[in-house]
């Protein structure tokens, strides 16, 4: 059985506007991303793929995309990509985050989140790397981030 959040991305994949719907339900439960107004286009086991809309409310005083929203973005579908794979039996929480500005932003970003390992139950917590690549229109990577997740038993 697919954890919960998988099943509401499936089930609502079906309706002609799920995409969005998805997205929204994921901004309602975490304000936060809200900021960014972010779209999930791919949630599966193992991967999350989401987009950024370069608009005005996301860009820095030289008018490229904010790194920080970059962040938020990477944090984001992380975090997704983790929830949706994860055992029933294990839970995560985010610890830390190197990232990288690799080239101006600017246009819509494509974010990709995917595990450093298998996401595995486990007796004792573990460290998951999860990487997360973002690259604008082109196809040229414009940020990097390694996120540090902690997963640990439920008690």
Known sequence: MAPPLLSLYRRLQRWPAGTWLFSRAVCFKAPYFASIAPRITRLEHGRCEGTLADRRRVRNHIGTVHAIAMCNLAELTAGLM???????????????MQVQYLAKARGTLRAVALPAQPIVSAAAGYALPVTVSVR????????????????????
Do not use: C, H, Q, Y
């Open 82 to 96: 983790v929830d949706a794979s994860l055992p029933k039996d294990m839970r995560w929480i985010p610890k830390g």
């Open 136 to 155: 604008d229109a082109a196809g040229t990577e414009v940020f990097s981030a390694v996120i540090d997740m902690w997963l640990s038993p439920k008690k």
